[in-house]
């Protein structure tokens, strides 16, 4: 299994990114799929996750700004970030839990984000 994922760039403070994240190889079924982050010399973490059934979850600095969603049909991902801000800034990673009924985590490569004026 493989998580590419793409979409990020340099942004004004005020703008907007669709962050983009594919699933590929022998693929059952997809749990939950989700976003991470890691800031220069900081730790990586939560974004946002959304479940096969159920909510989607959103870590609280990114609540309101951005909107996480799911083509389960094409096992892709995607972050929609608005009213980004310079702390923002950072390697966003998709990640994604697969497997029924034993399931294993698997992470993309990274796409680097950056909001500055």
């Known amino acids: 299994v493989q998580l590419q994922a793409s979409g990020g760039g340099l942004v004004q403070p005020g703008g907007s990114l669709r962050l983009s994240c594919a699933a590929s190889?022998?693929?059952?079924?997809?749990?939950?799929m989700g976003w991470y982050r890691q800031a220069p010399g900081k730790q990586r973490e939560f974004v946002a996750s959304m479940p096969s059934v159920g909510s989607t979850n959103y870590a609280d600095s990114v609540k309101g700004r951005f909107t996480i969603s799911r083509d389960n049909a094409k096992n892709t991902v995607s972050l929609q970030m608005n009213s980004l801000k310079p702390e923002d800034t950072a390697v966003y990673y998709c990640?994604?839990?697969?497997?029924?009924?034993?399931?294993?985590?698997?992470w993309g490569q990274g796409t680097k984000v950056t909001v500055s004026s």
């Open positions: 990640n994604a839990n697969i497997g029924a009924p034993f399931t294993s985590w698997y």
């Open positions: 190889g022998s693929i059952d079924s997809i749990n939950v």
